[in-house]
């Protein structure tokens, strides 16, 4: 078993930066890939961006290229996810997943994911 916990929520204004976290235990985080979604009210869950095992390879939703960066430190069992040139439009829950087989798009094949976090950008 894994458990993640995201943290970093919050409001912020379009145009601004934010950082979220997602702190893993239970099981070695290294053996596990990991991503990040987003599900906006009335909407389906999005795949944001995705991290291998080792952090040496990443992907990205094309509509995050660019302006989002994922990122893990497995000393600190830690996936991150930078967001910069924020928008209204990325208003959402942002939830972290984790799974032993994969760091790509399709939600159903994570095994493992955290409660979420709220990110709200102003206009």
């Known amino acids: 078993q894994v458990q993640l916990v995201e943290s970093g929520g919050g409001l912020v204004q379009a145009g601004g930066s934010l950082r979220l976290s997602c702190a893993a235990s239970?099981?070695?985080?290294?053996?596990?890939?990991a991503g990040w979604f987003r599900q906006a009210p009335g909407k389906e869950r999005e795949f944001v961006a995705g991290i291998s095992r080792s952090g040496g390879s990443t992907y990205y939703a094309d509509s995050m290229k660019g302006r989002f960066t994922i990122s893990r430190d497995n000393t600190k069992n830690t996936v991150y996810l930078q967001m910069n040139s924020l928008k209204p439009e990325d208003t959402a829950v942002y939830y972290c997943a984790a799974d032993a087989s994969t760091y790509g798009s399709n939600p159903y094949a994570y095994d493992y994911w955290g409660q979420g976090t709220q990110l709200t950008v102003s206009s």
């Open positions: 239970g099981r070695t985080f290294r053996d596990y890939g």
